[in-house]
T-cell receptor, first 113, second 116 residues
Framework: QQQVKQSPQSLIVQKGGISIINCAYE??????FPWYQQFPGKGPALLIA?????SEKKEGRFTISFNKSAKQFSLHIMDSQPGDSATYFC????????????FGKGTTLSVSS | GAVVSQHPSRVICKSGTSVKIECRSL??????MFWYRQFPKQSLMLMAT?????????EQGVEKDKFLINHASLTLSTLTVTSAHPEDSSFYIC????????????FGPGTRLTVL
């Protein structure tokens, strides 16, 4: 049973456009929702994360929107740039000690110049 | 953010040999380390969770005798792939959590294993 569902699988956006990636989760005990960016052959890097006590968090061009009642959260990349072309993973975890992140399947973003 | 290193970055070995991958937290003490495996164009799959000084907890379907994990210190965890076979070829990534940061996990750069 997949605990974190991510869509779309791939996304093509023009330079300057808005990239939107969505995730839905099932476990209401999750209380930490990060997004990771991964370039080919590299480990994932934390982009931005949110906790359920806020509905939105913004860091530069990256914004997370969180809907607790719908159990959904999304990543918005404003003014998308070719350098943003990468694979993006949403993830979730509980606050219990020793628990690991549960990852979505990933979205491959291509930003055309 | 905290830095996690992995060594080697890539390794090619013959079928039947064993390979050791090191994961180090460079500027913090990692109470918990995680090992993930990632196949091409797929997500990260958790293999095991290790806490310093105790036995690792393996995910369902991961052979503990094949993937030996040692977390001997607060800054070092090792993954040994024993009797490697071509189907073990993958990208192995470790991550670490500190004892103070509530949830944040810091990932290593990954190790590309190719078994011939």
């Amino acid at each position: 049973q997949q605990q974190v569902k991510q869509s779309p699988q791939s996304l093509i956006v023009q330079k300057g456009g808005i990239s939107i990636i969505n995730c839905a989760y099932e476990n209401t005990a999750f209380d930490y929702f990060p997004w990771y960016q991964q370039f080919p052959g590299k480990g994932p890097a934390l982009l931005i994360a949110i906790r359920p006590d806020v509905s939105e968090k913004k860091e530069g061009r990256f914004t997370i929107s969180f809907n607790k009642s719908a159990k959904q959260f999304s990543l918005h990349i404003m003014d998308s740039q070719p350098g943003d072309s990468a694979t993006y993973f949403c993830a979730a975890m509980t606050d219990q000690a020793g628990t690991a992140l549960i990852f979505g399947k990933g979205t491959t973003l291509s930003v055309s110049s | 953010g905290a830095v996690v290193s992995q060594h080697p970055s890539r390794v090619i070995c013959k079928s039947g040999t064993s390979v050791k991958i090191e994961c180090r937290s460079l500027d913090f003490q990692a109470t918990t380390m995680f090992w993930y495996r990632q196949f091409p164009k797929q997500s990260l799959m958790l293999m095991a969770t290790s806490n310093e000084g105790s036995k690792a907890t393996y995910e369902q379907g991961v052979e503990k005798d094949k993937f030996l994990i040692n977390h001997a210190s607060l800054t070092l965890s090792t993954l040994t792939v024993t009797s490697a076979h071509p189907e073990d070829s993958s990208f192995y990534i470790c991550s670490a959590r500190t004892g103070t940061s509530r949830n944040e996990q810091f990932f290593g750069p990954g190790t590309r294993l190719t078994v011939l």
